[in-house]
């Protein structure tokens, strides 16, 4: 029960002849609709103060250890009721993907399918966990271009999350450069770490990832053949996010999804 809630712990409260839910109970149907991993992160006051809670309908790409990142995630979804928010991986996003395409390829109807769209289409705001893929895969790029291509045509925000300690660069196995083209009109933000970065010996947080197997590549990947010159990404940096900059227009045209 909130502190301060006349409930009584019924989750109901009266008010001129109506029932109303109460706090509590909001609270216990949001804590309800958090992934475990978000719902036992440990929340500091500097998580719940983060100006992060006020860009939840921008993209943004964000640099921040995971630790923190779970607890701001927790945060936005106490502070932001009626928000759809998920939190999935590019992992996630490559399994989604594989499980259409072979679906596709054994001729099961499209309509009874989970496309990536169908997975990061519907919340208002999908936060993306990068590298949580750990091995190369030729269709992880592909996968996470597509998600990324569903948002920006819905006008719908995503938050890229590269972990401090594991940071998304041009090595990763779902990078790409007209990823990084779309990357690089989000805004940036960096989030200096609140949680201690030094866990326990013998605690894994982080589920075991499994990369799924290439999908038969026909046609699969529309991930365009683009200019080698362009920035790299510098997940090293540990100054201001800004030096990214703006400068390249996003050019959407060039990674339709081929069934439109
Ligand atoms: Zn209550």
Not at 37 to 45: D, G, H, K, M, N
Not at 84 to 96: G, P
Not at 131 to 149: D, H, I, Q, S, Y
Not at 196 to 222: C, I, M, S, Y
Request: charged share 25%; net charge neutral.
């Amino acid at each position: 029960m909130v502190e301060g809630c006349s409930c009584s712990g019924s989750g109901i409260l009266e008010k001129d002849g109506k029932l109303y839910e109460c706090v509590c109970a909001l609270l216990k149907r949001r804590a309800a609709s958090m992934p475990p991993f978000i719902r036992t992160a440990e929340l500091r006051p500097e998580h719940t103060a983060h100006k992060l809670h006020t860009q939840v309908k921008k993209s943004l790409y964000v640099l921040a250890t995971w630790q923190d990142m779970k607890a701001i995630v927790k945060a936005v979804m106490i502070c932001h009721m009626n928000l759809f928010v998920r939190v999935t991986s590019d992992n996630d996003i490559l399994h989604a993907y594989v499980g259409a395409m072979s679906k596709k390829n054994k001729g099961e109807n499209e309509a009874t399918f989970e496309t990536v769209g169908d997975f990061v289409g519907p919340p208002d705001l999908v936060i993306v966990r990068l590298n949580a893929l750990t091995r190369p895969n030729k269709a992880a790029a592909g996968a996470l271009e597509e998600a990324m291509v569903c948002r920006t045509d819905q006008d719908k925000p995503t938050w890229l999350v590269s972990d401090m300690e594991r940071p998304f660069t041009e090595n990763s196995p779902a990078y790409s450069g007209s990823l990084w083209d779309l990357m690089e009109v989000c805004g940036k933000v960096r989030i200096a770490p609140v949680l201690p970065r030094n866990l326990p010996t013998g605690v894994f947080d982080l589920e075991p990832v499994e990369t799924a197997p290439d999908p038969a590549p026909k046609k699969a990947t529309p991930a365009p053949e683009r200019s080698q010159k362009r920035s790299k990404p510098q997940s090293e940096q540990e100054d201001d996010l800004s030096v990214y900059g703006v400068g390249i227009k996003k050019s959407k045209g060039s990674f339709g999804r081929g069934d439109d």
